[in-house]
Antibody
Framework: EVQLVESGGGLVQPGRSLRLSCTAS????????MTWFRQAPGKGLEWVGF??????????EYAASVKGRFTISRDDSKSIASLQMNSLKTEDTAVYYC????????WGQGTLVTVSS | DIQMTQSPSSLSASVGDRVTITCRAS??????LAWYQQKPGKVPKLLIY???TLQSGVPSRFSGSGSGTDFTLTITSLQPEDVATYYC?????????FGPGTKVDIK
C-alpha cells in the first residue's frame, strides 16, 4: 500500500526556518518525482515545487512565490523527500502536502505550518 | 505562466441531478489535465487524469472530457457524498497550476 507521511510542521516566527519531511512506503521511491503542495486556511491548492527522480536528473523546480527561499531534496536510500523552508513569511502559513509522480495520484495527510510572531 | 480558470465558483444541485464544471487553460495543455475532489477537512483525491481517464476506484458517475484549453468534469447523478470542492490542475509542465475550485453542495 502506498503511503506518504509528512512531518515537521509547527509554529515558527517570521524570518525563521523549518524543514518538512515526507516519508514514503509501498512503492519504489527512487522511480518517482516528488512534489510539494500547500493550502492556506480556507484557500485553494497551490503547487510549491518538485524534484525529479535521479533517473531524470534529480533537478528541481519551484513556484515563483517560494523560489530562492525553499529547497526540495531527496534521499532515495531512506525514501524521504524534504522541503527546507527559509525566510518564512506569514503568507507561508498553510497545510503542506507531498505527492508522488505526475499526475499526482497519492497524497500525504498534510502537515500544518503556522508562521506567526 | 498558464492560468487556469473554473466555472462556476459554486453550485447547488439536487440529488440525482447532472452537474457540469468547466475548466479553461489560458494556453493549450493538450490533455494534461487532472480533476481532484476535496471534501471539507480532507486530503485532495485524484478523480480524473489525462482529461478523461478515471482514476482507479472512482465511481463511474464521474467523467471528464476536453483537450487543448477547454475541459469539463461531469457528475451524471449527484450523490450526497459528492459534496466537496473540485479543482482542475494542469500538469503538462511546471508550474502545475490549479484552478480556483468549484464548491458543490446539495440543494
Amino acid at each position: 500500500e502506498v503511503q506518504l507521511v509528512e512531518s515537521g510542521g509547527g509554529l515558527v516566527q517570521p524570518g525563521r526556518s523549518l524543514r518538512l519531511s515526507c516519508t514514503a512506503s509501498g512503492f519504489t521511491f527512487g522511480d518517482y518525482a516528488m512534489t510539494w503542495f500547500r493550502q492556506a486556511p480556507g484557500k485553494g491548492l497551490e503547487w510549491v515545487g518538485f524534484i525529479r527522480s535521479k533517473g531524470n536528473g534529480g533537478t528541481t523546480e519551484y513556484a515563483a512565490s517560494v523560489k530562492g527561499r525553499f529547497t526540495i531534496s531527496r534521499d532515495d536510500s531512506k525514501s524521504i523527500a524534504s522541503l527546507q523552508m527559509n525566510s518564512l513569511k506569514t503568507e507561508d502559513t498553510a497545510v503542506y502536502y507531498c505527492s508522488r509522480g505526475r499526475p499526482f495520484d497519492y497524497w500525504g495527510q498534510g502537515t500544518l505550518v503556522t508562521v506567526s510572531s | 505562466d498558464i492560468q487556469m480558470t473554473q466555472s462556476p465558483s459554486s453550485l447547488s444541485a439536487s440529488v440525482g441531478d447532472r452537474v457540469t464544471i468547466t475548466c479553461r487553460a489560458s494556453q493549450g495543455i493538450s490533455n494534461y489535465l487532472a480533476w481532484y475532489q476535496q471534501k471539507p477537512g480532507k486530503v485532495p483525491k485524484l478523480l480524473i487524469y489525462a482529461a478523461s481517464t478515471l482514476q482507479s476506484g472512482v465511481p463511474s458517475r464521474f467523467s471528464g472530457s476536453g483537450s487543448g484549453t477547454d475541459f469539463t468534469l461531469t457528475i451524471t447523478s449527484l450523490q450526497p457524498e459528492d459534496v466537496a470542492t473540485y479543482y482542475c490542475q494542469r500538469y503538462d509542465s511546471a508550474p502545475f497550476t490549479f484552478g480556483p475550485g468549484t464548491k458543490v453542495d446539495i440543494k
